[in-house]
Every structure is written in structure tokens, then in C-alpha cells.
């Protein structure tokens, strides 16, 4: 008999452990769902993290997430990996919030970020680690670096995602390294 199982980026999942609870979930089990919420939060929270930047904000989006899961469940087909759909969906709520927060918002805080960045003023004895540095990106270069060099999504990808052209998405991710070698080797 064989015992198959399925791998997520920080947990095996037995039928009995994660496919059993994401199918009664779908099917309305509150319980699974809580279960499958408590297996899943922490990376979907790492996740909003990274794209925005804002520890208070993430922990919105995540239940933000998961009453969208919630809401689709029932129609998650399972012909990809739960995980895959999940990191699907939060992307989704991620960038919806983010186009709720305005664009034009955003942009003013990444000209901003950007002038701002050379002549920061923070100790140079203060250590920054990669997710604080992520954190400190402007919102644009931000999204692009986690969903490129993070998520392994590709420029064209990026580009549908965010309603910019591939070469801005490259551009984006040019200038998020370049923020990034610069704020960690301070």
C-alpha cells in the first residue's frame, strides 16, 4: 500500500493531515478550515510581509486572505497543489490592497523612498538584516523583487500582475537590488 503525501515549503502533508482538511474545508468543515488556516498563515503572512512592507498591514491582508479562501474554497479544483492556489490567491488580495491603497499613493512614496535612500540617516552600527532591507524598498521595486527573486515569477508574468510593461519590471528589479546591495553594506 502506498502512502502518498505532498510537500508544502515547511510541512509534509498526509491525506489525513492536509488533503482530508483542505476537502472538508471546501465542503464547509470549519474546523478543517482552521486547520488548514494554522498550517498555512505564517507563510502566507511571511509572504505579505515581504510584498508590503508593513507588519500591521500583513497581518490584515492575511485574514483578508483567507476570507477570500474561504469564499473559493469550494471552487479549488485541486489540479495544482493547495499551496500553488493558496500563494495564488494571497498574491491576488496583496495587489488588490495595494491598488486600493492608491496607485498614485504609491508611486509619490517610491520618488520619495528613492531620493530619500543615499542620504539615509540610521546608525551605522544598526544591522540590517534581507527582510528588513526588503521591508525599507520602495513599494514598486518591493513587489517586483519578492514576486521575481522571492516568488521565481518572470518579467512578463510580473508585468500582468502589476499593469506594467516587462522592461518596468526590470527596471524595478534593477533598482530593488541595487537599494538592497546598498542597505546591506552599510
Keep these: 500500500m502506498t502512502d502518498p503525501t505532498f510537500e508544502t515549503h515547511h510541512l509534509t502533508l498526509t491525506p489525513g493531515q492536509g488533503r482530508d482538511d483542505v476537502a472538508a474545508a ?26 508590503l512592507g508593513d507588519r500591521g498591514l500583513a497581518e ?9 479562501v474561504w469564499q473559493k474554497l469550494p471552487g479549488f479544483r485541486g489540479e495544482s497543489a493547495f ?12 495587489l488588490s490592497r495595494r491598488k486600493a491603497g492608491g496607485i498614485h499613493q504609491a508611486r509619490h512614496a517610491d520618488e520619495d523612498a528613492l531620493d530619500d535612500a543615499p542620504g539615509r540617516t540610521e546608525s551605522l ?9 526588503i521591508a525599507g524598498l520602495p513599494k ?20 500582468e500582475q502589476l499593469g506594467i510593461t516587462p522592461g518596468g519590471s526590470k527596471a524595478q528589479l534593477h533598482r530593488a537590488r541595487m537599494l538592497l546591495r546598498t542597505a546591506l553594506t552599510r
Aim: glycine content about 8%; charged content about 30%; some cysteine.
Design 140 to 159: 514598486g521595486a518591493r513587489m517586483v523583487f519578492v514576486l521575481h527573486d522571492v516568488q521565481g515569477y518572470t518579467h512578463e508574468e510580473i508585468g
Design 60 to 68: 490584515e491582508v492575511v485574514q483578508d486572505v483567507f476570507v477570500r
Design 26 to 51: 471546501a465542503s464547509g468543515d470549519r474546523r478543517a478550515f482552521e486547520r488548514v488556516y494554522r498550517a498555512h498563515a505564517d507563510r502566507v503572512f511571511a509572504l505579505c510581509v515581504r510584498m
Design 125 to 133: 552600527g544598526d544591522r540590517m538584516d534581507l527582510e528588513g532591507a
Design 83 to 94: 499551496s500553488t492556489w493558496l500563494h495564488r490567491v494571497a498574491v491576488n488580495v496583496i
